[in-house]
């Protein structure tokens, strides 16, 4: 079973409009990390956003914020008032046994354009 | 603060040659490893090292070989190179919550 899925592989959303990435993710353990990342066109992975799973509140970072919704173990990224340098490729990860060490895991992406 | 450094950025090999990647972190991480990236399927973990002297197997460790003899480094061993493993190759490292990757490597196998 996939351990991260993401949907959605490609998205276009208009300008200053806002904009859900889905996530869900598959594990037995009960603490684990849950992160966004993004990938513009220049290659670089660029970190966004962490939740942890303890954690109660859903993680906000500037026009970021994670929907966590543990019992349905999905973890979507809302971007509000998109801009044109959103446009990227957005991926969805978790790191599981977060205390013991141990793996990450990618979902496949979704890529983001942004339209003027 | 470099961050995290790899080189090269580009490299071609033969089928059957070895090579190593190189990967530096200057963050005093204890938690770093190395990834692919191919086209449709994200990134997949190689290697990874929960400190100096600890490595362990990630998704898809065949053909790759990695050491961890000093916090700062984590070089990353390609035994007889495939075509298979023509990829995009990022190391990072880990601090509290966030992962640094490096640049990155293109490397192409023929």
């Known amino acids: 079973a996939q351990k991260i899925t993401q949907t959605q592989p490609g998205m276009f959303v208009q300008e200053k409009e806002a904009v859900t990435l889905d996530c869900t993710y598959d594990t037995s353990d009960q603490s684990y990390g849950l992160f966004w990342y993004k990938q513009p066109s220049s290659g670089e992975m660029i970190f966004l956003i962490y939740q942890g799973s303890y954690d109660e509140q859903n993680a906000t970072e500037g026009r970021y914020s994670l929907n966590f919704q543990k019992a349905r173990k999905s973890a979507n990224l809302v971007i509000s008032a998109s801009q044109l340098g959103d446009s990227a490729m957005y991926f969805c990860a978790m790191r599981e046994g977060y205390e013991t060490g141990n793996q990450f895991y990618f979902g496949t992406g979704t890529s983001l354009t942004v339209i003027p | 603060n470099a961050g995290v450094t790899q080189t090269p950025k580009f490299q071609v090999l033969k089928t059957g040659q070895s090579m190593t990647l190189q990967c530096a972190q200057d963050?005093?991480?204890?938690?770093m490893s190395w990834y692919r990236q191919d086209p449709g399927m994200g990134l997949r973990l190689i290697h990874y090292s929960v400190g100096a002297g600890i490595t362990d197997q990630g998704e898809v460790p065949n053909g790759y070989n990695v050491s961890r003899s000093t916090t700062e480094d984590f070089p990353l061993r390609l035994l007889s190179a495939a075509p298979s493993q023509t990829s995009v190759y990022f190391c990072?490292?880990?601090?509290?919550?966030?992962?640094?990757f490096g640049p990155g490597t293109r490397l192409t196998v023929t």
């Open positions: 963050m005093n991480h204890e938690y």
């Open positions: 990072a490292s880990m601090g509290t919550y966030e992962q640094y």
